[in-house]
């Protein structure tokens, strides 16, 4: 038959405030016990270890080797545990622990590590862990406990909904392009997208899902007639500032536009898209405080 194992954390938490005492009395008194209620205990607590663990003197009791063994073990579980409730305290009051935080790639510009650099100095403790996606892919690890907040946007496809994910809106984010310092309408601040008509265009590389640049042509009446392919922000910027073509640019990504370029308004014509914080159910206080922050760190003009 199998013998119940009663080392459990209020036992050892008695042992070891017996062997601190040096006497049972003295133990009741300090965990509120009788004497009695200890003694019993303890003898119980010897019996599963199998023989004494304190020699009984005439005045109080001292642990014997196999007691010492045991003590020393209890000392190290008590520890743990205080450790991990003050972990999981500093977890609930938002301010231990990890914050697991992701972004599509222009938030990772300004918005977000303006606000992450708001948070690590009110919250040094906590560990923030950032990871960068597609607004579908975050929304998607979101609800799978995989990240603990996301910033998201509706394009190209609109916002995903995804089950036990709450969104809030953060920003409207409108496109601006960017053209060479040289380019006859670089200075003029606001350019209409027609006069862009014969322009060779810098675009992501993804062709297997819709993109602004086609929407936002097709409502000034034009195709783009060239098209060449970047992924990355630095290489577009590389391109368009060597003259080799124009790109919209969201607001979020101004900041990182480079002196040999000019960034101009489209007016009627600019498009658009909107920009969310996105959170579980149930989310952490460390998420809600990055959330916060994140409204607050929202630019107020991406050309002020």
């Known amino acids: 038959m199998r013998r119940r194992n009663v080392f459990g954390i209020d036992v050892l938490r008695l042992l070891v405030t017996v062997a601190d005492t040096g006497s049972f009395t003295r133990a009741a008194a300090r965990l509120d016990y009788t004497q009695s209620a200890v003694s019993r205990r303890i003898a119980a607590l010897e019996k599963q270890a199998g023989g004494p ?7 109080g009791v001292r642990l014997t080797p196999a007691g010492q063994a045991l003590h020393r073990h209890a000392v190290e579980v008590l520890a743990q545990l205080a ?5 999981m305290a500093a ?23 303006a606000a992450l650099r708001a948070f690590v100095r009110s ?4 560990e923030v862990v950032a990871a960068e996606g597609r607004s579908g892919e975050l929304m998607r690890r979101l609800a799978e406990g995989a990240l603990d907040l996301a910033v998201v946007s509706d394009y190209p496809s609109g916002l995903p909904s995804v089950d036990a994910v709450t969104t809030e809106m953060l920003l409207e984010d409108e496109l601006f392009v960017v053209l060479p310092r040289d380019h006859r309408l670089a200075g003029s601040g606001m350019v209409d997208l027609r006069e862009l008509r014969d322009e060779t265009w810098l675009q992501d590389v993804s062709v297997d899902r819709p993109m602004m640049l086609a929407e936002v042509c097709d409502r000034a009446g034009f195709t783009p007639k060239r098209i060449t392919r970047i992924a ?16 919209l640019v969201p607001s979020l990504a101004t900041r990182a536009v480079p002196a040999e370029l000019a960034v101009c308004r489209l007016g009627g014509l600019a498009p658009s898209r909107t920009v969310h914080v996105a959170l579980p159910a149930t989310p ?16 107020r003009d991406a050309l002020g």
């Open 53 to 59: 663990l304190f020699e009984r003197l005439a005045r």
């Open 83 to 87: 450790s991990a409730e003050h972990e």
């Open 91 to 113: 977890i609930h009051a938002g301010l231990g622990g990890r914050l697991r935080v992701g972004a599509f790639a222009t938030a990772n510009i300004s918005l977000v590590p």
């Open 123 to 126: 919250r040094p403790d906590v």
């Open 232 to 247: 990355e922000w630095t290489g577009k910027f590389g391109y368009a500032a060597a003259g080799l073509g124009v790109a």
């Open 284 to 299: 952490l206080p460390a998420a809600l405080a990055l959330r916060d922050l994140l409204q607050e760190a929202v630019p």
